[in-house]
């Protein structure tokens, strides 16, 4: 019984990765955008299509599904890595050349006008009471 649901989940992975290939191979608008939006060019569109095909194949035979497996994890890890490194790459081109110094004068308030400063401690006068 517990093979028959390995198995029988081998199945509907395979198909699901299947798809994601054909997808790919087919030119689907959110797969293409995908691809632009990572960086790849549409060449490795076609290659990774390819890739989760052949992987999502090796899911239906029970002796090759390790490699399958093995296949099908390697392009996850290598899809994430290049998503986050694209992430990375905007944001490092997003902080301004000044941003240090920027940060300093938001912060400590250098060069800014007078008007712009907390008002000065007065201390109390000789009642005890601020004066107004």
Do not use: H, W
């Not at 691809?35 to 549409?42: A, D, H, T």
């Not at 990774?48 to 029970?62: H, K, M, T």
């Not at 090759?64 to 390697?74: Q, S």
């Amino acid at each position: 019984m517990k093979k028959n649901a390995v198995y029988g989940l081998q199945v509907v992975f395979g198909l699901i990765v299947i798809a994601a290939g054909v997808a790919k191979l087919a030119g689907a608008g959110m797969m293409v955008r995908e691809f632009e939006v990572i960086g790849l060019g549409q060449g490795f569109r076609v290659i990774f299509g390819a890739c989760e095909i052949a992987g999502g194949l090796l899911l239906f035979v029970p002796r090759l599904a390790m490699l399958g497996v093995a296949m099908l994890a390697c392009l996850m890890v290598g899809a994430t890595g290049a998503a986050i490194a694209r992430v990375a790459d905007a944001r490092i081109q997003a902080i301004p050349v000044n941003g240090p110094e920027l940060a300093m004068e938001r912060t400590f308030r250098i060069g800014a006008a007078p008007d712009d400063r907390r008002r000065p401690f007065r201390p109390a006068g000789p009642s005890g009471a601020e004066d107004i």
